[in-house]
Structures are given as structure tokens and as C-alpha cells.
């Protein structure tokens, strides 16, 4: 499940992607089990950008090839701070499916 913030700071809601891929193969019985790993990565300033003109209302501007360039060039070359990754323990699919039909008798 990938989560995030808008670019004013409140919460996105979730996106499943690749975990509805894997509680979709469980449950039509294609795979019998799955391990998740829940991971969370945090960091301390935005890599997106300033976008303090689209805020206020102005316009964005063109992007160009060149403008592109320039701006991987700046990201690669600039210091965002510390970075944090945990990883927590991984949980097994089918034990927690049976223990929410279990809870739900």
C-alpha cells in the first residue's frame, strides 16, 4: 500500500497496487500463502520541489528538455537530509485471513 501527502501537506489516500495483485491471488486460490513485509521509508525535506507559484494560484511553467536535465542534474547534487527506512516483521497472509473470519463468528 503506498501512501503520501499532497504538496500542502495533507494525507493522499492509499494506493494498493502490487498488495491487490497479492490478496487477489489469495483469495481466487492461486497462491496458498504470502509473507508482507510492512515497510516505511521517511525523510526529512521533499524531494518534489517548491510550489509555492502553484499555490498561490500562478500558472506552472513549461517544461523543456533542457529544464528537465537541469532539474535531475539539481536533485542529484543536492542534500535532503536524513533518510529512514523500517522494516517491521513480516505476517503470513493466510493466518491473518483466518484470524479476521475467525473474529468475525
Known amino acids: 500500500m503506498l501512501g503520501g501527502r499532497t504538496r500542502t501537506g495533507k494525507p493522499c489516500m492509499p494506493k494498493y497496487g502490487i498488495l491487490s495483485v497479492i490478496l487477489d491471488t489469495f483469495m481466487d486460490g492461486t497462491i496458498e500463502d504470502a509473507l508482507l513485509v510492512p515497510v516505511s521509508v521517511n525523510y526529512e525535506k521533499l ?3 517548491n510550489f ?12 523543456t528538455f533542457g529544464s528537465a536535465i537541469k532539474g535531475i542534474w539539481s536533485v542529484l ?3 535532503y537530509g536524513m ?4 522494516f517491521n516483521q513480516p505476517f503470513s497472509l493466510r493466518v491473518s485471513h483466518f ?7
Do not use: C, T
Request: hydrophobic residues 35%; aromatic residues 6%; neutral net charge.
Open 47 to 49: 524531494v518534489d520541489g
Open 52 to 63: 509555492i507559484r502553484e499555490q498561490l494560484g500562478q500558472p506552472k511553467e513549461m517544461e
Open 77 to 79: 547534487n543536492s542534500n
Open 83 to 86: 533518510m529512514r527506512i523500517d
Open 99 to 105: 484470524y479476521f473470519i475467525a473474529k468475525k463468528l
